[in-house]
């Protein structure tokens, strides 16, 4: 069974930083663009960071240089490094693997972790 687990989240202040972890179990990703997604309450779900099996990233402007996705094939995992969080990124965060298509649309993800909750308070 294929499966992406994402973990690290938790209440962080504003300023603050998280790291994010997504382990990948069932199959590698080795090959496999993987990217982060996020979802605030009463919104829709949008692409964050995302970063190829060689490491080539791009990220969302909102991100950007606060940011950072990185890998490592050797463990089936890829993390997000959060630095300076706001409270605009308060959001449930997922990770996920590219099957075909765009990196920045979901609907190119094949697989999905469950998520994993950030809270950054003001």
């Known amino acids: 069974q294929v499966q992406l687990v994402d973990s690290g989240g938790g209440l962080v202040q504003a300023g603050g930083s998280l790291r994010l972890s997504c382990t990948a179990s069932?199959?590698?990703?080795?090959?496999?663009?993987m990217g982060w997604f996020r979802q605030a309450p009463g919104k829709e779900r949008e692409f964050v960071a995302a970063?190829?099996?060689?490491?080539?990233?791009n990220y969302a402007d909102s991100v950007k240089g606060r940011f950072t996705i990185s890998r490592d094939n050797a463990k089936n995992a890829v993390y997000l490094q959060m630095n300076s969080l706001k409270p605009e990124d308060t959001a449930v965060y997922y990770c996920?693997?590219?099957?075909?298509?765009?990196?920045?649309?979901?609907?190119?993800?094949?697989?999905w972790g469950q998520g994993t909750q950030v809270t950054v308070s003001s």
């Open positions: 069932g199959r590698t990703f080795s090959s496999n663009t």
């Open positions: 970063i190829t099996w060689s490491g080539y990233s």
């Open positions: 996920a693997a590219l099957g075909s298509g765009h990196y920045y649309s979901q609907r190119s993800y094949s697989y």
